[in-house]
């Protein structure tokens, strides 16, 4: 599966690139809405450095997190 990413805009214009992951790059359309979550990327080791980003999920996994 491709990698997708998008543009998050915030209210105050301040804009962000986050990835959009476990979508097929056709199903992405501008409007779409979706959910930023900040998540854990990568851990070098066991006390190494531990890296954070944002994430976006789109449409139906929105429904589906929001119910659990």
Avoid: W
């Amino acid at each position: 599966m491709a990698t997708c990413v998008t543009m998050y805009g915030f209210g105050e214009g301040v804009k962000i690139l986050c990835q959009v992951p476990d979508i097929v790059p056709i199903e992405l359309k501008i409007g779409l809405p979706v959910k930023l979550n900040f998540c854990k990327i990568q851990q070098e080791g066991y006390e190494g450095i531990v890296c954070y980003s944002h994430k976006a999920f789109c449409g139906y996994k929105i429904y589906n997190q929001i119910r659990r």
